[in-house]
């Protein structure tokens, strides 16, 4: 059985902002989760290289330029803040995504718990407390080596940068199950990719108080079976954990065991180590959650919670499956 580890860095907390809900007690919470007996490395950062896959250049040189001009805080949307240090924290970030992704294809488990996350940003512009995009950059390194990679998006929001990114590549299978008719107000069922991309791109849009019976029933039907036919030699999880029930931006009904149950489902679908990245996660059961995670990682066995899918998923499935 492959081993697990984690990413992190005390680093990440020099990007915060006091009272936002994107700041860095929410990763102390995530860490609160972990194994003692985890081994924990420290990410390396990003090479410029590595983030201009995804961001044009002139986002990046705009960015960098943004966080050193800033003393306290820089507001780039309503949502998205920077401080002095953002760019180079964001930067180990998008390394810790590599790293996890390098260690996942050496055999090994490996949760990146990074900040800020990176799901929403585009190739030009940050968005919803996003400012590199974490996943996407590792995927696009991992390219270099492999030539497929699927990447799985529980967090409670759609995945609209990384979905951006690999649009129109039938290298990179995005399958996203979220919150549908809420931000960023993507990732409809009918957003199936674009030229030879056609059809490697699965939202599964979900009601709000969707429960594990929802999630489990869209991974049964749609992920698991479109991972197993892609067949990646790399499976990268952007892993958001504010589908919980107490998470005060998810509207969802999901519990710390249920995250376990989907990470069972991702470890048999692809017969793959995980590469786990953080992206949302701001209530108070987060750190349980983590745990349930790793305990599965480690050959846990989550409990199946009986149940029956809404109608309006049965839907989104069959729209999946049409």
Request: proline fraction near 6%; glycine fraction near 12%; charge should be negative.
């Given at each position: 059985?492959p081993?697990?580890?984690?990413?992190?860095?005390?680093?990440?907390?020099?990007?915060?902002?006091?009272?936002?809900?994107?700041?860095?007690?929410?990763?102390?919470?995530?860490?609160s989760?972990v194994?003692?007996d985890?081994?924990?490395?420290?990410p390396?950062?990003?090479?410029r290289?590595?983030?201009?896959?995804?961001?044009?250049?002139?986002?990046v040189?705009?960015l960098e330029?943004?966080?050193?001009?800033?003393?306290?805080?820089?507001?780039?949307?309503?949502?998205?803040?920077?401080?002095?240090?953002?760019?180079?924290?964001?930067?180990?970030?998008?390394?810790?995504a590599?790293?996890?992704?390098?260690?996942?294809?050496?055999g090994?488990?490996?949760?990146a718990?990074?900040r800020?996350?990176g799901?929403?940003?585009?190739?030009?512009?940050?968005?919803?407390?996003?400012?590199?995009n974490n996943?996407?950059?590792?995927?696009?390194r991992?390219?270099?080596?492999?030539?497929?990679?699927?990447?799985?998006?529980?967090?409670?929001?759609?995945?609209?940068?990384?979905?951006?990114?690999?649009y129109?590549?039938?290298?990179?299978?995005?399958?996203?199950?979220?919150?549908?008719?809420?931000?960023?107000?993507?990732?409809?069922?009918?957003?199936?990719?674009?030229?030879a991309?056609?059809?490697f791109?699965l939202?599964?849009?979900?009601?709000?108080?969707?429960?594990?019976?929802?999630?489990?029933?869209?991974?049964?039907?749609?992920f698991?079976?479109?991972?197993?036919?892609?067949?990646?030699?790399?499976?990268?999880?952007?892993?958001?954990q504010?589908?919980?029930?107490?998470?005060?931006?998810?509207g969802?009904?999901?519990y710390?065991?249920?995250?376990?149950?989907?990470?069972?489902?991702?470890?048999?679908a692809?017969?793959l180590p995980?590469?786990?990245?953080?992206?949302?996660?701001?209530?108070?059961?987060?750190g349980?959650?983590?745990?349930e995670i790793?305990?599965?990682?480690?050959?846990?066995?989550?409990?199946?919670k009986?149940?029956?899918?809404?109608?309006?998923?049965?839907?989104?499935?069959?729209?999946?499956?049409?």
């Amino acid at each position: 059985m492959p081993g697990c580890s984690v990413i992190t860095a005390d680093l990440f907390s020099v990007h915060d902002m006091p009272g936002h809900p994107e700041c860095n007690a929410r990763l102390i919470g995530a860490l609160s989760g972990v194994p003692r007996d985890i081994p924990r490395y420290q990410p390396v950062k990003a090479l410029r290289e590595d983030v201009e896959r995804i961001h044009i250049p002139e986002y990046v040189s705009g960015l960098e330029e943004a966080c050193a001009g800033t003393r306290t805080f820089t507001m780039l949307d309503p949502d998205t803040y920077v401080t002095h240090s953002s760019f180079d924290v964001a930067l180990y970030a998008a390394g810790g995504a590599i790293g996890a992704a390098d260690r996942a294809l050496s055999g090994e488990h490996c949760f990146a718990l990074v900040r800020p996350p990176g799901h929403h940003a585009e190739r030009d512009r940050a968005m919803g407390f996003c400012l590199l995009n974490n996943v996407a950059i590792a995927a696009a390194r991992a390219l270099g080596k492999v030539e497929r990679v699927a990447i799985v998006d529980w967090d409670v929001h759609h995945g609209n940068g990384t979905q951006q990114a690999f649009y129109a590549s039938d290298r990179v299978l995005y399958c996203s199950v979220h919150r549908g008719h809420y931000y960023p107000y993507s990732g409809r069922t009918d957003e199936r990719g674009s030229g030879a991309g056609q059809g490697f791109n699965l939202n599964a849009p979900l009601e709000a108080g969707s429960t594990i019976a929802d999630y489990d029933a869209v991974f049964e039907e749609v992920f698991v079976p479109a991972i197993r036919k892609f067949r990646p030699e790399l499976l990268l999880v952007s892993a958001g954990q504010d589908i919980l029930s107490d998470d005060p931006l998810g509207g969802m009904e999901l519990y710390p065991a249920d995250l376990g149950l989907l990470t069972l489902r991702l470890m048999k679908a692809g017969g793959l180590p995980l590469a786990l990245v953080l992206e949302g996660g701001y209530g108070p059961s987060h750190g349980a959650a983590i745990g349930e995670i790793f305990r599965v990682l480690g050959g846990g066995i989550p409990e199946k919670k009986e149940g029956t899918p809404q109608e309006s998923t049965e839907r989104v499935i069959e729209a999946l499956k049409g």
